[in-house]
């Protein structure tokens, strides 16, 4: 898929990921198509990295893919025993204390948990494939845009392992606790008119529509009032943690906060 940002000087590019900024908007790219954006502790630093390295004035952050296929999850490498060059293997990891375990995935948790910060929104545009890790990356994002020939699926369960990239609890908020352990336990490929039923995404459109839809939808986006759409967001997040009625009290909370801006005697 061609890149839109392809003419702005990357503020990050390196290990298979690339941060381009145009004021309100960032765009991260994983840029590996011939290994199908295959991930690597690499790859995850480079996207915690480029996270922290958003600038202040970016609303929006849009999530693509180089290629045919959004990501293939992990690369096949980290099932080897030597592994990746310079990293633990997954032996070295099972050998190591408890607290070096949960440490490093700990670590490589970071690059898919910054996406849901209140203070931007962010859009996965997937197309192809997007397997393990690649699923759960496009599940990181607030928002997903899917290309008709999508095919999600979480195949940690059979390899032995659990899905620990952050992706169970969004999984299970968008499709609900039976259909997230069916997807999950049996492996299988959710297409893009499930995905769209189920909530997984907000809109399929043919490929060679997908770049036009994620564009006219960060305009969308960017059409509000930043500040009240920061609010919101905090608002919806939060939302399945409150009761009926903590949920009632941080409307009025909030709507206090606009309203004091608005008029001019905000803190």
């Given at each position: 898929?061609?890149?839109?940002?392809?003419?702005?000087?990357?503020?990050?590019?390196?290990?298979?990921?690339?941060?381009?900024?145009?004021?309100?908007?960032?765009?991260?790219?994983?840029?590996?198509?011939?290994?199908?954006?295959?991930?690597?502790?690499?790859?995850?630093?480079?996207?915690?990295?480029?996270?922290?390295?958003?600038?202040?004035?970016?609303?929006?952050?849009?999530?693509?893919?180089?290629?045919?296929?959004?990501?293939?999850?992990?690369?096949?490498?980290?099932?080897?025993?030597?592994?990746?060059?310079?990293?633990?293997?997954?032996?070295?990891?099972?050998?190591?204390?408890?607290?070096?375990?949960?440490?490093?995935?700990?670590?490589?948790?970071?690059?898919?948990?910054?996406?849901?910060?209140?203070?931007?929104?962010?859009?996965?545009?997937?197309?192809?494939?997007?397997?393990?890790?690649?699923?759960?990356?496009?599940?990181?994002?607030?928002?997903?845009?899917?290309?008709?020939?999508?095919?999600?699926?979480?195949?940690?369960?059979?390899?032995?392992?659990?899905?620990?990239?952050?992706?169970?609890?969004?999984?299970?908020?968008?499709?609900?606790?039976?259909?997230?352990?069916?997807?999950?336990?049996?492996?299988?490929?959710?297409?893009?008119?499930?995905?769209?039923?189920?909530?997984?995404?907000?809109?399929?459109?043919p490929a060679g529509q997908l770049d036009d839809t994620?564009?006219?939808?960060?305009?969308?986006?960017?059409?509000?009032?930043?500040?009240?759409?920061?609010?919101?967001?905090?608002?919806?997040?939060?939302?399945?943690?409150?009761?009926?009625?903590?949920?009632?009290?941080?409307?009025?909370?909030?709507?206090?906060?606009?309203?004091?801006?608005?008029?001019?005697?905000?803190?």
């Amino acid at each position: 898929m061609a890149s839109p940002d392809q003419d702005l000087v990357p503020v990050l590019d390196k290990d298979g990921v690339r941060l381009t900024v145009d004021d309100a908007i960032a765009t991260v790219t994983l840029t590996n198509p011939d290994k199908r954006n295959a991930q690597s502790p690499a790859l995850w630093r480079a996207l915690t990295e480029a996270g922290r390295q958003l600038p202040g004035s970016v609303r929006v952050v849009l999530l693509r893919a180089e290629g045919k296929s959004f990501s293939a999850g992990l690369d096949r490498q980290a099932f080897t025993p030597e592994g990746f060059d310079g990293e633990p293997s997954f032996i070295d990891l099972a050998r190591g204390s408890d607290a070096e375990l949960d440490a490093t995935i700990a670590e490589y948790q970071e690059a898919f948990t910054w996406w849901r910060r209140s203070d931007i929104v962010s859009v996965a545009a997937v197309q192809g494939h997007a397997i393990g890790a690649g699923f759960q990356l496009a599940l990181a994002c607030d928002l997903r845009v899917v290309a008709d020939d999508v095919k999600f699926a979480m195949r940690e369960t059979s390899l032995g392992l659990v899905p620990d990239l952050t992706g169970t609890h969004p999984l299970v908020s968008l499709v609900g606790y039976a259909r997230a352990l069916e997807i999950c336990v049996t492996g299988r490929f959710v297409t893009a008119d499930e995905a769209v039923s189920t909530g997984l995404a907000n809109v399929a459109v043919p490929a060679g529509q997908l770049d036009d839809t994620v564009r006219d939808l960060t305009a969308a986006l960017l059409a509000a009032p930043r500040d009240a759409v920061i609010e919101t967001k905090a608002l919806l997040r939060g939302a399945q943690e409150r009761t009926y009625e903590e949920q009632r009290g941080a409307e009025r909370q909030a709507q206090a906060r606009r309203l004091r801006d608005l008029a001019g005697v905000g803190d």
